[in-house]
């Protein structure tokens, strides 16, 4: 038979399969599609790239089960069927085998962490021992005694992992039914007993996370820049996001630069957070104690300011980015210096930092400041007054506050970044005195339950939501973030718009400068609810940001903007209202993406790589020899001999390797 002969009978071959049946009925037949898959992706800096990914086609690997860290050496060495994709329980996600199957990598095809329903009782934290060891103000310019933590190591848990590169992807799956059919199909496949070696048909898994960027980000940008077509092929998108602040007396915003009249105390927490796994950053101590205790302190001093203004005005702000070298409080400080924000750092009196507060061993607080810019007398005099004068507030308080006994630098934190443009007076108050209370820093596992955000049983999480923790007062706050977004009270805060937003707990990474993200809506939202007034004007006039057809002045002065409000009882139709506020979002974008410099050391030059598809899949694989040397009658009898009651059915399996038949044929 000559060769376009045999051409038309493949092809009638292959008609024939698809007549009544579509393509989608095919691969179900063949592949398990797992559902819940979170990928660790690809980062890049100006000198390298950190994460995974997977190669343009996915990777294919056998399963193999990891038990124990002393049954790494089948994956690595003495398995004969590699390359494998390893399957992890948590308590095996460390440094340690990790990257031995770093190290092994042409035998691993890829690794899956089963994410646990409960925390660990061991640390665990992914962030490196010194966060944001280069991009803060101790340096071998500042103090080099106190540059690289060599005072304090502030995260003795870190590991690094996060900053490691692997060439498999790494994804996270919940343990759900998908792992239940991964663990039954391995048990049934794949797993040697007695020291038997398995037999084929084998249990196999393919995860696709190919990324678009390589190198650096001064690569990936250049390849930005290079094509020049209708719809430019991007490969990378710089990190960044909005941070959002807000005054207790009105600021004009579109005035930019020095106010003569002005002087600003800035009260000042992050926002943002992050983890192995780009979609999984909780952030609960990391950042939400933090912004919660900030959020909760505006609403307290709302009526406070409006009825007795204080004579400096406090000047809230939540910074985005700060996980990848402040980019948040980086942005707000070179705005200020460069006349693009409201006031400049001349109006700055002071600044007060929330950072980690969750409190988890005793009811203290520490204030920490730093020790170069005291040498200063005036500001040592401002620092002290700002300490005597918290200890004093916290006086009628179940929570007390002290100085760290030892001199040290400051803890990772924002100020850091304000201080590197002049000596300003300020304090950051944390829930350690030195090293990170925090075990799970920039992990998974910095959640609702490590906070012990929990709830009787059987209430609905409306009951949740009302319900007073023994964590804290600000309970509907550490609710909404940590547990649901998508709830009531949340709901009337927002516009209609936004509804699509809310969700289960928010996630904290910081993602791309495209759009604004979850956390920065809500607490934008939030902030003007807490601090902002109620006014009664129509919805156009709310969202033209005017109170009225002559109202020219206040747009420069105030915020509005119009949430969908609560519906009455017995009805679903809300009841809208404009709220007026000082709220405004500025950018947290790295100055080094506005001056194309990529190569900076000044400022943050993360960038994520940009990814076509995310997903992973199970199905059964004939042997090698069968692949290269096929024959239907082989492997029908080589793949139906085990039961596939929870898999593809044998004729599916057989389908595909006509399929790849045909595929080798032409």
Known sequence: MDLLSSKWILNLILCSLFIGVGGNSVEKKIY????????CVRLLNATHQIGCQSSLSGNVGVL??????????????????????????????TRSIMMKLKNGSRRVAGVVVVAPNANPLEAFSPHTTCPNENSGVYSEDYDPALAHCNVTVWNPFGNGLAYEEFDFPIFSLKDDNDTHVIRQCYMEHNRAVNGSTPQYPLCAMQLYSHMSAVTNTATCMRRNDIDFSISPEMVCDPLGDYNVWASTRPINNTAKGHKMWESVVIAAARLD?????????????????????????????????????????????????????YIGSSRMVYDMQNNQFAVDLDNVHSVLEIGQVGLHTESKLWLHSDPVSRKNSSVLFQVRKLIENLQSAAGGLNISMDEPSVSQPLPPSSFQRFLRARPIPGVVLEDHQSAFSNRFYESMYDNAEYLNISYPPNMTPEEQLEFVTDTAKVTRLLYGFLVRSNNSWFQQLIPSDLMSHLGKPTNFYVGVTQQSSEPTLLVQHLLANLTGSTVNITQENCQNQREDENDKENKHMYYYMWVQGAAPPNSTQREGFCIRSTVRLSKALSPAFDMREYTSKDYSTWTESRWKSIKGRIFLVASHDLEVNPSPHRVKDNICKADLTHLPSCNGVVVSHILQDIWILK
């Open 32 to 39: 398990v599609h797992l559902n819940y898959t979170v990928p």
């Open 64 to 93: 193999h089960v990891l038990e124990s860290e002393d049954n790494l050496d089948w994956v690595l060495k003495s398995g004969p069927n590699p390359p494998y994709l390893v399957i992890l329980e948590s308590p095996l996600f």
């Open 273 to 325: 957070s992050r983890s192995f796994f780009f979609d999984i950053a909780p952030g609960a101590d990391s950042g939400v104690s933090g912004f919660v205790t900030l959020l909760a302190a505006a609403h307290a001093l709302r009526n406070a300011t409006q009825e007795a203004p204080p004579n400096r005005t406090i000047l809230y702000a939540f910074f985005q980015g700060e996980t990848f070298d």
